[in-house]
Nanobody, 122 residues
Framework: QVQLVESGGDSVQAGGSLRLSCAAS????????VAWFRQAPGEEREEVAA??????RYADSVKGRFTISVDNDKNTLNLQMSSLKPEDTAMYYC?????????????????WGQGTQVTVSS
């Protein structure tokens, strides 16, 4: 069974750090787009960071603070978050594009995790 399972979400104070992980089972991240999205209550889901065939990309709001990476040995997608702000509060989801490097918008991501909550207090 193909499954992505996120972990690492927590409640932290502004300025703190968290590391989110997304373990894949029955699936290998190699050679496919991977990304982290987030969705706050009442807001649309937005891409936070992604790795595509050209490299990494980040939302302007997280550049310099978040780092996306893949540990191929552990088949785990990670998101290192630092200097967290209250506006980073959201449910965070990992996603991937089975069989494709096309990942220009959320509809291209067919495989999703269940989400992990990040709450940043001021």
């Amino acid at each position: 069974q193909v499954q992505l399972v996120e972990s690492g979400g927590d409640s932290v104070q502004a300025g703190g750090s968290l590391r989110l992980s997304c373990a894949a089972s029955g699936y290998n991240y190699r050679n496919f787009c991977v990304a982290w999205f987030r969705q706050a209550p009442g807001e649309e889901r937005e891409e936070v960071a992604a790795i595509d065939q050209y490299g990494t990309r980040y939302a302007d709001s997280v550049k310099g603070r978040f780092t996306i990476s893949v540990d191929n040995d552990k088949n785990t997608l990670n998101l290192q978050m630092s200097s967290l702000k209250p506006e980073d509060t959201a449910m965070y989801y990992c996603a991937s594009t089975p069989g494709s490097w096309i990942c220009r918008n959320p509809s291209h991501f067919l495989l999703w995790g269940q989400g992990t909550q990040v709450t940043v207090s001021s």
